[in-house]
């Protein structure tokens, strides 16, 4: 396990990260695969996480599973989604839930920490680590 604490003025703040973390491996170097929305879910390997997704044919999500759906953009539910003038310092506010009617551009690379993807349409390389 490990830890990152962030010391602001006086103030200790601790997260907690899932599994063992190889700091030589943060951003996909651990491997990667490609999905389209002939295949199943796509799942990462244990303790690990999709870092990165990188749409290489315009994608619509059935199931896109973050980590903590407070955190990251998901299908289940609305990541930093506090009403208007409810920000704290780890949420945001107005976030809303993906939909699989929602189309992701030729070309974004978007980042984060999920579990489980499924395509309804389109393709992807997820990057695992």
Excluded: C
């Excluded at 990667?32 to 199943?40: D, E, I, P, Y």
């Excluded at 999500?61 to 989604?81: C, P, Q, R, V």
């Amino acid at each position: 396990m490990s830890d990152l604490k962030i010391t602001h003025a006086g103030t200790v703040m601790t997260q907690d990260r899932q599994g063992p973390m190889n700091p030589f491996a943060p951003f996909g170097q651990v491997g990667s695969a490609f999905l389209n929305n002939t295949s199943g879910d796509l799942i990462p390997p244990l303790n690990q996480v999709f870092v990165a997704i990188t749409v290489i044919d315009a994608a619509k999500f059935t199931t896109l599973t973050a980590e903590d759906s407070t955190k990251y953009i998901n299908t289940a539910a609305a990541a930093h989604g506090l009403g208007a003038g409810a920000a704290t310092s780890i949420q945001g506010e107005d976030g809303v839930a993906v939909a699989n009617t929602d189309e992701f551009p030729v070309g974004l690379t978007m980042y984060g920490r999920w579990t489980g993807i499924r395509l309804a349409d389109g393709v992807i390389v997820a990057y695992i680590g």
